[in-house]
């Protein structure tokens, strides 16, 4: 198991692509967070007041804890197409470059190549959820009003749901580079898919045909529908603040329905 | 060293491999020859684990296939397959990782095969004879019981294609068991002793490669034909001999070398016009096995 980890871990560590991709995602969930305080802070700085409510923008409780780790969690599910590329860049370029069927040649079975693969992919979710908690703790800290313990770890548990989100979302991505192949074509058509057609679909299914069923099982929003959007409670609509079961049971099927078609392509076809 | 047993491989309506048996002996130079499309990347890549076999079953070192096992064949399928970013160096360091064997003797690979001054540089860079080198040199690197080497020479200049014979021979004197898969004649004449032969999917010969252990052809003219075609059954070693058009061919036993011809004959006063030596060529074979398969 570590074997196979280290040997993907030696080819993505001397991969500029790896780099660039990685360090950018991390950018943003740096940025987010900081941008957006820096704009509230602007627009009290103009002396705005916002809506209705008689409070100014820095008042808005986004990073108070308690409700800091779903805002958080939800906004960073919107950019998880950045860690998805990862996945589809270093297995679509095996692909091109023929290495993936030289690794086989050389020694690995192809259960080994998922193993590496997936196992990689658990790291990396690991790791950016970890990052998201150090994000999450600092800017709680210093723009949170309350800071005891009780109220801070109170609604962690959207970390780890965002780490199974992260997991199940780049099992999605694997899946579409192994059936496809080919680098650039995967990446347009899952960035034309994620930010095009299943927001349509979305709304379309939800809104229009009101058949919220389907629109669960759309296979982008299944992977983070266990981190239901909290930001209507700022327009004081009502929204769900706890882990719903059925995103929980999507989520997890993902993984399982993802990572088991995934092997099936590699393990079940020639390498060419 | 490798048995295989009825191998046979469909692509829809396209039989790339049929029902295929054949043994290669350990210690030989085994040449896969057969014109492009005959299946001898197919057959390689089933055995190297790469193409699921439709049927039919292979041994490699008496036992029933697996990975385990490949990390004792250094193999290269059709071209070199490295990442294009990493140097010579570091793409042998990933291939000692998964052989789990190797990493000790990348030096002495590199320079085995020329590539030590441009270790560092980015594979990318390589031209095409470099790219052959470091792929034979990356086979070699767990130091295989067995080197699969599919056309390791298409592509390449004349330098290149000496380059790449000479080391396979140097690999052979090493002892290696060597299979060797080409559309090249010549190229499997020079460096193979043993050969199959490949015409879409089915085999329709395997031996050895006959040459310079066997049986020499020599060509001879002489004045005085006549007399010379009387004598040369009693020349040493003889086997045959057959009267062309503008002189006589004569078949001998390996080892007879052309003075001995030359002074025999002369003993007898047939002083010789012309006198050359030609091997069986390969060519000649392969056109018999050819010819009786049309
Ligand atoms: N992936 C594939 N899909 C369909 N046909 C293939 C595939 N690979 C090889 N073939 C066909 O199988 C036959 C044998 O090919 P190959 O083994 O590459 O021959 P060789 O290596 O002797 O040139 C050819 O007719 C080729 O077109
Ligand atoms: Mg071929």
Redesign the pocket.
């Known amino acids: 198991m570590l074997r196979l980890l280290r040997i993907e871990w030696f080819k993505l560590r001397h991969s500029r692509y790896f780099w660039a991709l990685f360090g950018l995602f991390v950018l943003v969930l740096l940025g987010l967070p900081l941008g957006v305080r820096g704009f509230l802070v602007y627009l009290t700085s103009q002396g705005e007041s916002i809506l209705r409510l008689d409070i100014s923008a820095v008042e808005i409780p986004l990073y108070d804890f308690v409700d800091i780790w779903q805002n958080q969690a939800w906004i960073y599910t919107l950019f998880s197409l950045f860690l998805g590329f990862i996945p589809v860049i270093s297995v679509g370029n095996e692909y091109s470059y023929g290495t993936i069927r030289q690794n086989v040649i050389d020694g690995l079975s192809p259960s080994d190549l998922f193993w590496s693969k997936v196992l990689f992919m658990l790291v990396l979710a690991l790791v950016v959820t970890f990052i998201t908690g150090l994000i999450g703790l600092v800017t709680g800290y210093l723009w949170s009003p309350v800071t005891e313990w009780s109220f801070v770890v109170q609604n962690m548990k959207f970390l780890p749901a965002y780490g199974l989100h992260l997991l199940a979302f780049q099992l999605l991505c694997l899946v579409v580079v192994l059936l496809i192949k080919r680098t650039g074509i995967v990446m347009a058509l899952l960035t034309f898919y994620i930010y095009g057609v299943e927001f349509i679909a979305q709304g379309i299914l939800r809104f229009k045909l009101e058949w919220e069923l389907a629109a669960k099982f759309l296979p982008g929003r299944a992977t983070h529908m266990l981190i239901p959007n909290p930001f209507p409670k700022y327009i004081l609509q009502e929204t769900i603040t706890t882990i719903p079961l059925d995103g929980l049971l999507l989520a997890i099927g993902s993984v399982i329905l993802y990572g088991g078609l995934a092997y099936m392509l590699l393990t079940r076809r020639?390498l060419? | 060293m490798l048995e295989i047993n009825q191998l046979h491989?469909e692509?829809?309506r396209?039989t790339?491999?049929n029902e295929l048996s054949l043994r290669v002996p350990r210690g030989s130079v085994f040449g896969l020859l057969?014109?492009?499309?005959?299946?001898?990347?197919?057959?390689?890549?089933m055995v190297l684990g790469v193409i699921r076999p439709t049927r039919g079953s292979f041994r490699w070192f008496g036992e029933l296939p697996t990975p385990q096992q490949r990390k004792r064949v250094g193999a290269i399928l059709?071209k070199p397959n490295f990442y294009p970013g990493f140097s010579a160096r570091k793409n042998l360091e990933l291939v000692a990782m998964i052989k789990e064997k190797g990493r000790d003797r990348i030096d002495a690979v590199l320079r085995q095969v020329g590539l030590y001054e441009r270790q560092h540089d980015p594979f990318r860079t390589y031209s095409l004879g470099m790219k052959q080198r470091l792929a034979i040199g990356s086979a070699l690197l767990a130091d295989p019981e067995v080197l699969i080497l599919?056309?390791p020479t298409n592509g390449l200049d004349p330098a290149g294609i000496a380059d790449i014979r000479e080391l396979i021979r140097d690999i052979a004197a090493m002892g290696k068991t060597i299979i060797l898969?080409s559309?090249l004649l010549d190229e499997v004449q020079k460096v193979c002793t043993d050969f199959a032969v490949?015409q879409?999917?089915h085999l329709i010969h395997t031996g050895p490669v006959a040459g310079q252990e066997q049986e020499v052809v020599f060509e001879l003219d002489a004045p005085d034909q006549e007399g010379l075609l009387e004598v040369l059954p009693l020349v040493p070693g003889y086997l045959s001999h057959q009267q062309e058009d503008a002189y006589v061919s004569l078949t001998v036993a390996s080892g007879t070398l052309p003075e001995q011809i030359n002074a025999f004959l002369a003993e007898r006063s047939l002083f010789l016009s012309h006198l050359s030596v030609h091997h069986r060529t390969l060519e000649q074979q392969f056109m018999e096995i050819l010819s009786q398969h049309a």
Not at chain 2, 34 to 45: D, I, Q, R
Request: proline fraction near 4%; hydrophobic fraction near 20%.
């Open positions: 020639d060419n | 491989k692509y829809g396209i790339a491999v057969g014109p492009n499309g005959s299946g001898k990347t197919t057959t390689l890549g059709e599919d056309e898969a559309h490949l879409q999917g």
